[in-house]
């Protein structure tokens, strides 16, 4: 039995995450969980699964909770979500879907307690690459990647050399607007963006895949998650997302995985890895019924966001984590109806000329600076 602790329960991959433990009641036990607001979700979790600790965003809702549900320890914020990822049990597992940065400190913390983590939060590796790397390292910890990309080069890459690789391919599939002109972007309403044609997400990573800011960061997770150089890392497009990445060995060989659009595939292999075991809340991909898969190339100047992404790793020091707090400020505003998509592209551009040069920044640094960034942008934007 492994005890489970769900950062970031109620959201589209927690409770995708929940579905899969449900088909193997003997195997996981849910222990601690950590949500945002959506208190009736998480309702339904607590009287379906019964955790034993769980963390709501603020206290008032932490309240209410401990109210209604004496049993169980309650916590909040940041505190509470550390907790709930490093809540003392035998044989755990983090599982980290929290979107966004808040997802970086609790991961860091439950490599310092030695826990097995099963990632979904991109941020933490873009924020904090090379920390949480090294970190991993000092700590022995293993990470599981749950995006279904680094899932696919994962499951290739399982008895393979890494010198044997010559490169890694991510698929993208260019999301809503991959057949737009730029000039087309300026007016197209947050639910366009939230349209996505594959796959069914959370908001914020919709909107990050229609302006590709996803891919950049799947480009910088790759790099962490295999330890390879970014010139190792290439995009293509493939309008289809049956094909979830490609590995190019260095015989020109390559091996691919497929599967139908469903992040219970990912989540599973992530739980039981090495193993491929039955799911059957996942449909089988009838090949003959999708009858195309398409490839083409990625057009930088239509979708810059993936060579910026690139371009601010190899800049290091904080470009990384202001990237990602430029983008998860604007991507917030667009979503409130503050600004137009294509302005988020250009927020993230002006943050990037002016980033504070620090280099080998300290995890402070990096949090510091993912606050600063935020509440600049936020005072410019949000009124
Ligand atoms: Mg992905």
Known sequence: MKNVCLL??????????????EQKPLEYKLISIAFGENVESAKKIIEKFNPTFVSAKSKEIANLLKAKYPEIEVGYGNEGIIKAATFEAENPLVINSLVGSVGLLPTVKAIEAGRKILLANKETLVMAGDIISSLAKKHDVSLIPIDS???AIFQILL?????????????ASGGPFRK????????????DALNHPNWKMGAKITIDSATMMNKGFEVIEAKYLFDMDLDQIDVIIHPQSIVHSMVEFKD?????QLGVSDMRLPIQFA???????????????VLEEVGTLEFEKLDDERFPLVKIAKEAVNK??????????????????????????SKIEEI??????QVPSIYNPNLDDILNTDIQIKEKINRKFNR
């Open 8 to 21: 970031g329960a109620t959201g589209s991959i927690g409770q995708q995450v929940l579905e899969v433990m």
């Open 149 to 151: 990309e680094h899932s």
């Open 159 to 171: 008895g393979k050399n890494k010198e044997d690789v010559k490169r890694l391919i991510l698929t």
């Open 180 to 191: 737009n002109k730029r000039e087309d972007l300026k007016n197209v309403t947050v639910n």
């Open 252 to 256: 020109h060989s390559i091996l691919a």
């Open 271 to 285: 739980l039981s890895y090495p193993h491929h075991e039955t799911l059957s809340l996942v449909k089988p991909l």
């Open 316 to 341: 290091g020091g904080l470009y990384p984590a202001v990237l990602n707090a430029s983008n998860e400020a604007a991507v917030n505003l667009f979503l409130n109806g503050k600004i137009a998509f």
């Open 348 to 353: 993230i551009l002006e943050e990037l000329n």
